[in-house]
């Protein structure tokens, strides 16, 4: 993942929405409008890894709701005019998840918000969800009836005046499939938002192509996970301030797994090893 070196002087808050793009952009710029009251608010969709050669699904909507609201989550209210919940993304589109990873995020919406704390997204799917596996063959996902209204997804995000807000929504791929007892897949989104503002990242380079590993992290209460791209690449993304331990898990009975330990983290810095690493072959 490559990142835009942008002047952030006018921001304070930043949110990315879904881009089509590899790295993040609009880290930062003015919002032209004469409204002192409005910021702009951005979504964009990346992608934990799952070991599929396809994951699609179809995004409907993502609505977004200020903390003065109500509890009511009924489905009639999701998009008054004079209701509470506010339209950022409404164009129906089937993505193939595993298009975004390491970093990779696809743009899915902007819009002008009433200033305030913004406390809950919905990310609203369709029923054209399917997986392709590594055999080639293609299974529908079933998504449970009783989501119809959207998935939950909780923030505390302040949208400023004249200012942008971007986030990203990872869709943990991975977790969010359930093999079902009659071999039927049942899509529950593993959810969870990264503000770009804040979010650093740990990237690197696995030198064994044939070690098929998956690397990943615990953050907080997360797994951050990603699989290296075809040259070896990874990127963590979406991590805040912190210490990490990144391990290396490879899925053959060739390499060893191995631990990298302690790497610090500041507020949106971006950590890269300096030399590719190396697994250790497994003895025999």
């Given amino acids: 993942m490559k990142f835009l070196a942008v002047s952030k002087t006018s921001f304070t808050k930043i949110l990315t ?8 952009i609009f880290t930062g710029c ?11 608010f951005r979504v964009s969709l990346t992608d934990a890894p799952g070991d599929y050669a396809a994951v699609n699904i179809e995004v409907k909507q993502i609505l977004i709701k200020t903390s003065d609201d109500s509890d009511d989550d009924s489905e009639s209210d999701m998009v008054d005019e004079e209701g509470s919940w506010k339209v950022i993304f409404d164009d129906s589109m089937v993505v193939n998840l595993l298009d975004y990873q390491n970093g990779t995020t696809l743009f899915l919406g902007e819009t002008e918000l009433e200033t305030g704390i913004y406390e809950e997204m919905r990310l609203v799917l369709g029923d054209n969800n399917s997986i392709v596996l590594n055999n080639g063959s293609s ?5 449970p009836s009783a989501q119809t209204s959207g998935y939950k997804i909780k923030l505390n995000t302040e949208v ?5 807000t971007d ?3 990872d869709f943990d791929a991975a977790r969010s499939i359930v093999v079902r007892g009659n071999g039927d897949f049942n899509l529950k989104p593993v959810l969870r938002v990264v503000e770009v503002d804040d979010a650093g990242s ?10 098929d590993a998956w690397v990943y992290t615990v953050a907080g209460e997360d797994t951050v996970s990603t699989m290296p791209n075809e040259s070896g ?8 301030a ?8 490879s899925q053959t009975e060739v390499y060893v797994d191995s631990t990298i330990y302690d790497i610090e983290l500041d507020t949106n810095e971006h950590f890269e090893f300096e030399n590719t690493i190396l697994l250790d072959t497994l003895s025999r």
């Fill in 233 to 240: 690449e990874f990127t963590l993304y979406g991590l805040e």
């Fill in 202 to 211: 740990i990237s690197g380079t696995i030198g064994q192509s044939d070690a």
């Fill in 30 to 40: 003015n919002v032209n409008n004469n409204d002192g009251n409005k910021g702009k």
């Fill in 139 to 143: 299974v529908n996902l079933t998504v």
């Fill in 242 to 249: 912190g210490t990490y331990d990144v391990t290396i898990d």
């Fill in 17 to 24: 929405g879904i881009m089509i793009l590899t790295g993040l």
């Fill in 160 to 164: 400023e005046p004249d200012q942008v």
């Fill in 167 to 169: 986030l990203v929504i």
